[in-house]
């Protein structure tokens, strides 16, 4: 009873943050930084015109606030989508098995928890208002009832992620959508067996063949004259009678 409330919490959560990312982004930082009252490329670029020099940093403000090398500024405008994403693929089999850090946060209930903490404090509360606030709280609400049903052992064996059967996955969201496309990371268990099979295949039909074994010395004791030498070695008969190019045939 406790653990499935847990994995539900934990998926609102994840849910909750990817949007609080996703709002931040399109609604609070993707702004139309060029008004009517200078020349626009598209709503994100200043085109320099009249008395602004052609090579005037006039975008600085606006396109470099989002995408940029400045580490200070990526941290802050991408890490609610990036807290939203990571939270997600712990639902997902797949990336459990392929993303070792993936996998050690969704194992662990006092991992989880502690992750739902960090994301509450750094990737929350302080984003979308209202909005990053009710998230926050519902983050915070989950940490703390994942610590609190592993420290009182009302876990048992289970883990916080959502579906726990490692290489096959129940989750629709990501395995199931993702093995429509071929090639893609969530493709299914059957797909990437085949692919394996199929690359076993090929490499072994392009393996050189064995060169046939020499006979040893001791096969040749006892033979005498050229049809006894060419039984042992299975090849055309050849004696030091035959032309040079019948012999080496």
């Known amino acids: 009873m406790f653990a ?8 609102v959560s994840s849910f909750l943050v990817a949007l609080n990312g996703v709002i931040h982004i399109f609604h609070n930082v993707l702004n139309p930084w060029c008004t009517g009252g200078q020349t626009c490329v598209g709503p994100a670029l200043r085109w320099n015109t009249g008395d602004t020099g052609f090579t005037a940093d006039s975008n600085a403000d606006g396109w470099r606030t989002v995408l940029t090398t400045d580490l200070n500024t990526v941290l802050d405008v991408w890490s609610p989508i990036l807290f939203g994403f990571i939270l997600l693929s712990t639902s997902s089999a797949r990336i459990r098995s392929s993303h070792s850090m993936i996998g050690t946060i969704a194992y662990s209930w006092t991992r989880m928890g502690t992750f739902l903490l960090i994301v509450a404090l750094f990737g929350a509360f302080g984003y979308c208002g209202n909005f990053g606030i009710v998230t926050g709280m519902v983050c915070s609400f989950s940490a703390a009832y994942c610590f609190a049903v592993h420290f009182m052992g009302f876990v048992g ?8 059967e490692g290489e096959v996955s129940g989750t629709p969201l990501f395995d199931r959508i993702m093995s429509k496309r071929p090639g893609a990371f969530g493709s299914g268990v059957k797909m990437s067996q085949e692919r394996k099979a199929a690359a076993a295949n090929v490499a072994k039909s392009k393996r050189p063949s064995a060169a046939p074994a020499k006979p040893s010395k001791s096969a040749y004791k006892g033979a005498k004259g050229p049809s006894n030498k060419s039984a042992v070695t299975g090849k055309q008969a050849y004696t030091t009678t035959q032309p040079f190019h019948a012999r080496y045939r």
């Open 4 to 11: 499935p409330v847990g994995k539900g919490l934990v998926v």
């Open 157 to 164: 064996g289970t883990r916080p992620c959502l579906n726990e």
